[in-house]
């Protein structure tokens, strides 16, 4: 029997698509490219704009399309939200659950009945999906926590996935035990990764202290974090353990204190850019990256100019820009003051166009140092990795993937990469 999955959204999504695959290997499944006909489809799906749910409903019909007869299964945070929009579906799966698919599955294709697992977020527990899927890839990701209590105004995460909670951390090590027999670097990941463990009584840098010293991981990454959730004990952990990446992803989303306000936001931009100082005053020369949303209801030509002058002056490494997408459902879509598409349009493009000028110069920065990259991916003579700052190299020659190797940066290229000179390899 051959099965195929697509995943949209995010990391955590990709992590809990690839558990479920694993499951699906293990019992007697074979996974094919989904282009590839096969008995049943999984497409997790992602309820974080109305984009991107439209898009989960386009690959239920290019999967029907696909594969005919299959069993048919949508999951996740479009499911848990709008299950009534996904007609044509087979099986629905929405946040819980997602660990009985395989069951699911086999059900269905003995009595054709459709099914629906879909179950209040109001009190799910922690999953006990798990995944060493990542065969091939120097990085691993391991989701280590799940929901969101902040409510954002724009934001359908907490109608979607639930309320916060964490993996336990004895469970969290041992799944970093496994990980790292077969992987190089880890990536810790979650929907509200900062917040790991809080009902637990832990913290994501306890959590990290115990994977440096219970594993052999070389590099120990943080997928994004809250700028209000950078605490002392995470700070020490990078500046003095060399194993963990010296970059964090801090959300900003605005750099308008005004629409920070509206968006429900918990800091201030005076707070934001503090906290900036303080983690570059514990580890000079770490790499910050982060999230921006152009265009949210309210937001004026001056509030616009406030937040591109404030991202110049926090130095980000590189930025992720999105123009505001309304989720029906959220509180933004009641507010009053939506902006044009094409005003939206032409502030993102202008961020954009930002964030390579501060990642040339941030890049610029390197030249002539000595760094340590693990490797990736080797084609047409060429072997690309990252470093620890995320800073994408590229050096001469095709290398097998997962060597870590010391190099000289040389330039930075047009499609904003450094080139780097071997010194040693590991």
């Known amino acids: 029997m051959k099965y195929s999955v697509y995943c949209l959204g995010c990391k955590v999504n990709l992590y809990e698509a690839e558990s479920v695959a694993e499951q ?26 109305n984009t991107a749910a439209a898009k989960s409903r386009k690959m239920l019909h290019r999967a029907r399309r696909i594969s005919p007869q299959a069993a048919l299964v949508l999951v996740g ?29 086999e059900r269905f294709l003995q009595d054709r009945v459709p099914v629906k697992a879909v179950t209040p977020v109001d009190h799910v527990p922690y999953d006990d999906l798990r995944s060493e899927n990542f065969a091939g890839r120097t990085r691993a990701f391991l989701k280590v926590q799940d929901g969101c209590d902040q409510f954002c105004s724009y934001c359908v995460i907490p109608y979607t996935r639930g309320r916060q909670r964490s993996m336990d951390i004895d469970d969290a090590v041992k799944e970093a035990k496994a990980l790292s027999r077969t992987h190089r670097e880890i990536v810790l990941t979650g ?4 917040r790991y463990g809080r009902e637990h009584g832990t913290t994501l840098a306890d959590l990290a202290e115990r994977i440096l010293k219970e594993t052999d991981i070389l590099r120990l990454r943080i997928s994004s974090i809250e700028v209000t959730e950078v605490d002392e004990k995470l700070l020490s952990l990078i500046a003095e353990e060399e194993r963990v990446a010296r970059h964090l992803h801090i959300p900003l989303q605005a750099g308008s204190d005004s629409v920070l306000r509206n968006m429900h936001r918990p800091y201030t931009t ?22 921006l949303i152009t265009g949210f209801p309210q937001e004026s030509e001056e509030d616009f100019r ?18 505001f997408s309304l989720r029906s459902g959220t509180e933004a879509e009641k507010m009053k003051g939506h902006i044009p598409e094409p005003v939206k349009k032409d502030r993102a493009a202008k961020c954009l166009k930002l964030s390579d000028e501060l990642q040339r ?21 060429m072997t690309s990795g990252y470093t620890s700052e995320y800073i994408p190299v590229t050096i001469a020659g095709e290398l097998p993937a997962s060597q870590y190797i010391k190099v000289k940066l040389t330039e930075v290229t047009d499609d904003l990469r450094m080139k780097g000179e071997i010194y040693e390899t590991e």
Not at 191 to 194: L, S
């Open 24 to 49: 699906m290997d293990a019992g007697g499944w074979q996974r094919v490219p989904f282009e590839e006909e096969a008995d049943a489809v999984l497409v997790f799906t992602c309820a974080v704009t």
């Open 77 to 105: 945070c479009y499911v848990q939200v709008d299950d009534g929009q996904l007609a044509g579906a087979d099986i629905l799966v929405g946040t819980a659950h997602k660990q009985e698919i395989p069951a699911l599955i």
């Open 191 to 194: 929907i509200h990764t900062g």
């Open 270 to 291: 005076e707070e934001y850019l503090n906290c900036l100082k303080h983690i570059r005053e514990r580890v000079p020369d770490i790499s910050i990256s982060t999230d």
């Open 306 to 323: 406030q937040t591109y002058a404030f991202l110049k002056e926090c130095e980000f490494s590189f930025l992720h820009v999105f123009p």
């Open 361 to 381: 110069t941030w890049m610029e920065k390197w030249i002539g140092r000595s760094v340590y990259i693990l490797t990736e991916t080797a084609k047409d003579g």
